[in-house]
């Protein structure tokens, strides 16, 4: 299946020197520059009547552009009756907040009962769009907000917002060990050299920036307050692990449980079990992709991980430790 794009329209005289994909993003903002870029290649794009297909040529103002072209749409995912905990929803977007042991999108080892097979339940036109309108991820085990586009002008706007880091996106979380004071994790990840599943602070790393700082003092661990000034896979994950503070819980950066000295058995059993990352998508702020409205949301922590805090702060009570 395929939904079929068709276009004609003017190119302006403000367009005058400016290449050939450079104006069709101008001309055509709902669509992203490289499945424009994409489109002109596959001589999918004419001028006045002639298929061009080099993205550097030069335009004049006035020409006519005629798109005639194809998106493919999502006929491998099936929608499935998954329930969705919808915080927002319009006409051009959703916001969900996802639960733990929750995967976004279909993968090796998990070909359905993710997100978007959810998202295709409740809004079937999502088949449309490429990933169901999925704008950014939250890893398997994190909790807490994510936007959904539900049109491809929306889903468009998102991702150019994402990388112009126009989209807030604040975390909480508790991670191992005491920190003194917040600070800026600035280091490139990028695969593990060794572990092609695993992500790793490396020289040839994408740029990755974390800001974080101290919500909260424990006898042997920090609640954190993490904002997101890029997005790579497991990034707050890396940079703490990176900085030796891991999260609590994380089965693949984090370590073995390490419960301070004359825990309660409460404690210890509870971080033995607690086998998840303590991370949790608390924030989302961003500018409504059709309205230009400045809109936010916050979503409370789940219920685990406000019993791991309950925990922790029990065990400083019954340690006398002061507060900071």
Same mark, same amino acid.
């Given at each position: 299946m395929a939904e079929i794009i068709q276009h004609t329209d003017l190119v302006p005289a403000s367009c005058l020197g400016k290449r050939f994909d450079q104006t069709l993003a101008e001309m055509f903002p709902d669509y992203s520059r490289s499945k424009l870029k994409d489109w002109i290649l596959a001589g999918k794009v004419s001028v006045d009547g002639e298929v061009k297909t080099k993205p550097r040529d030069k335009m004049f103002g006035g020409e006519t552009i005629k798109i005639d072209a194809e998106i493919e749409t999502q006929v491998t995912y099936q929608a499935q009756d998954i329930a969705l905990n919808i915080v927002?929803?319009?006409?051009?977007?959703?916001?969900?907040?996802?639960?733990?042991?929750?995967?976004?999108?279909?993968g090796a080892g998990n070909p359905d009962g993710t997100v978007l097979n959810a998202l295709l339940n409740h809004c079937p036109s999502l088949e449309l769009?490429?990933? *169901?309108? @999925?704008? !950014?991820? =939250?890893?398997?085990?994190?909790?807490g907000l994510m936007v959904v586009a539900k049109t491809i002008a929306a889903q468009t706007n998102l991702v150019?917002?994402?990388?112009?880091?126009?989209?807030?996106?604040?975390?909480?979380?508790?991670?191992?060990?005491?920190?003194?004071?917040?600070?800026?994790?600035?280091?490139?990840?990028?695969?593990?050299?060794n572990k092609r599943t695993h992500m790793a602070v490396t020289f040839s790393g994408r740029p990755s920036v974390t800001h974080y700082r101290v919500m909260e003092k424990y006898r042997l661990h920090t609640r954190l307050r993490l904002r997101?000034?890029?997005?790579?896979?497991?990034?707050?994950?890396?940079?703490? *692990?990176? @900085?030796? !503070?891991? =999260?609590v819980g994380d089965p693949v950066y984090g370590g073995r449980p390490r419960p301070p000295k004359n825990a309660t058995p409460e404690l210890l059993g509870f971080l033995r079990q607690f086998k998840r990352q303590a991370l949790?998508?608390?924030?989302?702020?961003?500018?409504?992709?059709?309205?230009?409205?400045l809109m936010s949301w916050q979503a409370d922590i789940p219920e685990d991980f406000k019993q791991l805090v309950s925990l922790l702060q029990q065990d400083n009570e019954l340690n006398a430790v002061d507060e900071y």
């Open positions: 927002h929803e319009d006409d051009d977007i959703l916001v969900i907040n996802k639960p733990a042991d929750l995967v976004v999108h279909p769009l490429p990933r *169901a309108g @999925i704008v !950014h991820r =939250l890893d398997k085990d994190t909790t150019d917002a994402l990388q112009r880091r126009e989209i807030t996106r604040e975390y909480e979380a508790v991670a191992n060990g005491i920190m003194t004071a917040g600070g800026t994790v600035d280091e490139p990840i990028g695969r593990h050299p997101l000034e890029t997005g790579r896979t497991h990034q707050i994950r890396v940079h703490m *692990a990176h @900085i030796t !503070h891991p =999260l949790h998508a608390a924030m989302l702020g961003l500018y409504h992709p059709v309205s230009g409205e």
